[in-house]
């Protein structure tokens, strides 16, 4: 996968979003079992900064791209700009994203779409409520909450997965803790040696909320995960339009242009991935095929 053209970069100028820019791997970082952390560095001009909630298109050569929402940025500066995807192996190019090493070229286009416009939380408790893998477009929600800490009221982060080792980011829960957030973290299954708690990520949800309407609430994980989070939030008082959820479609274009990712009205590289329930609600209220 490496090339072997000597990076370029210009100063200041910012690649087009429909022209793969090239990336180098900086860093690899094992989650679970089939999903990996890439840290990724410009090997030539970078994209434009990414905002919490949008995505990329990875491309890997020869292989063909696919979308992955942003995951963590740090701006250039005296370490440079990094940026930080974290992949689920799926698919022939999820599979050679994870395995890519340090020092490995990629392709990232974009960012594309919309974002959590964390900003309309400010003042209020911020409920972050991630499934899976689900945690990882979330992640940079909690970062920038916990970084500018005195802009709202509560942190709190519920997760939720299948079993102990699906869950992402372990190493940085404990951190997240000791900044002031309340996390709480719930599986499926337990299996030997798991002495957390047992049960769906919707049953931590009646406890985490003291004020419905002072809430802001960010939900993403499997479209039924953040239906049935979303529905229960709306019953203990939360409204629609103050909870947000990332959905996921064929995403191929990232400009709206081919239509693969069309969800009723909505072209969710351009509309989404990040939408109101309020819009969302009836879009996903049927079951999932």
């Not at 210009?10 to 952390?37: F, N, W």
């Not at 020092?103 to 408790?125: C, E, K, N, S």
Request: glycine share 10%; hydrophobic share 40%; with cysteine.
């Amino acid at each position: 996968m490496t090339l072997t053209r000597e990076p370029v970069s210009t100063p200041g100028a910012l690649a087009p979003p429909m022209r793969p820019s090239r990336y180098v791997v900086a860093a690899r970082r094992s989650e679970t079992y089939d999903t990996v952390t890439l840290m990724l560095r410009p090997a030539e001009t970078p994209i434009e900064p990414p905002r919490p909630g949008q995505f990329t298109m990875l491309y890997v050569y020869g292989v063909g791209e696919v979308p992955v929402s942003v995951s963590g940025f740090r701006p250039g500066g005296s370490g440079g700009q990094v940026l930080v995807q974290t992949i689920r192996a799926v698919g022939a190019v999820t599979r050679a994203l994870c395995a890519a090493a340090p020092g490995d070229m990629i392709g990232v286009r974009g960012p594309f779409g919309t974002d959590w416009q964390l900003h309309g939380a400010d003042g209020r408790d911020v409920l972050v409520v991630a499934g899976g893998i689900g945690l990882a477009p979330l992640r940079p929600v909690l970062l920038t909450a916990l970084a500018e800490r005195a802009r709202y009221d509560r942190v709190v982060l519920l997760v939720g997965a299948r079993s102990p080792d699906e869950l992402i980011f372990t190493r940085e829960l404990d951190t997240w803790r000791r900044r002031d957030a309340d996390v709480r973290v719930t599986v499926d299954h337990g299996g030997a040696g798991w002495t957390g708690q047992v049960g769906l990520v919707t049953r931590l949800i009646d406890d985490a909320i003291e004020d419905p309407a002072d809430t802001a609430a960010f939900v993403c994980g499997p479209e039924i995960m953040m239906r049935l989070c979303s529905e229960a939030l709306v019953d203990r008082g939360v409204p629609a339009t103050d909870i947000r959820v990332s959905l996921e479609r064929n995403m191929q274009c990232g400009a709206a242009l081919c239509g693969h990712c069309q969800l009723g009205p909505l072209l969710l590289c351009r509309d989404g991935p990040v939408v109101s329930y309020a819009d969302a609600a009836p879009l996903v209220a049927k079951k999932e095929l």
